[in-house]
């Protein structure tokens, strides 16, 4: 069993809807979150990180974290074609080199 | 550009042979990591330097990589005896380490270096 958890998709959603994105994992001593956005044949982007459980807001995105379920979302509000992309979420443990584990990233598509 | 850049974006080459990319990290940046990404799956990490120093190593590595950071700014990879299960992304990010002020680290990714094993 993986790390971490994600649904591959593809997630295909009309211009305007909310989307909702979402990992679990398993190891306890994640404690730092984070969300990416990688366009085709390009390097991951930062979006979003958060610290331990609880809400953070960015514009139209949201990051949502529940330690206590091991449980991890990404709200996109008001989606745009240009928000097309795969989102991967990823987390490192504390202290040391904050190696990232990745899931394996949700494809989505947003039309028009 | 003052961002994270690999090079070459592209090499494709022969089961056998050895191949060697080159990670320029943003300036400063003290902390530099390796990635491999495959097809349908997310970037899984393969090493990280604390400025000259190789810190840790993942057990992705097998002794047929290697990597260095001679002088604490850009990096190298090598895969000696290429693979066709080496062909992935090889993605290079770097960083300045936690944050005094939130903890957080932010990575800095580059555009990656596909390679193609025959």
């Known amino acids: 069993q993986k790390e971490v958890e994600q649904d591959p998709g593809p997630l295909s959603v009309p211009e305007g809807a909310i989307v909702s994105l979402n990992c679990t994992y398993s190891?306890?001593?994640?404690?730092?979150f984070m969300w990416y956005r990688q366009y085709s044949r390009k390097g991951p982007e930062l979006l979003m990180y958060t610290y331990s459980s609880g809400n953070k807001e960015d514009g139209r995105f949201t990051a949502q974290v529940d330690k206590s379920s091991k449980y991890i979302s990404l709200f996109i509000r008001d989606s745009q074609p240009s928000d097309s992309a795969t989102y991967l979420c990823a987390m490192s443990a504390v202290g040391g080199g904050n190696k990232l584990t990745f899931g394996t990233g949700t494809q989505l598509k947003v039309e028009l | 550009d003052t961002g994270v850049s690999q090079d070459p974006r592209h090499k494709i080459t022969k089961r056998g042979q050895n191949v060697t990319f080159r990670c320029d990290p943003i300036s400063e940046h003290n902390r530099l990591y390796w990635y491999r990404q495959t097809l349908g799956q997310g970037p899984e990490f393969l090493t990280y330097f604390q400025n000259e120093a190789q810190l840790e190593k993942s057990r992705l590595l097998s002794d047929r990589f290697s990597a260095e950071r001679p002088k604490g700014s850009f990096s190298t990879l090598e895969i000696q005896r290429t693979e066709q299960g080496d062909s992935a992304m090889y993605l290079c990010?770097?960083?300045?380490?936690?944050?005094?002020?939130?903890?957080?680290?932010?990575?800095?990714f580059g555009p990656g270096t596909r390679l193609l094993v025959l």
């Open positions: 190891n306890s001593a994640f404690q730092y």
């Open positions: 990010a770097s960083s300045l380490g936690n944050s005094p002020v939130s903890g957080i680290e932010t990575q800095y």
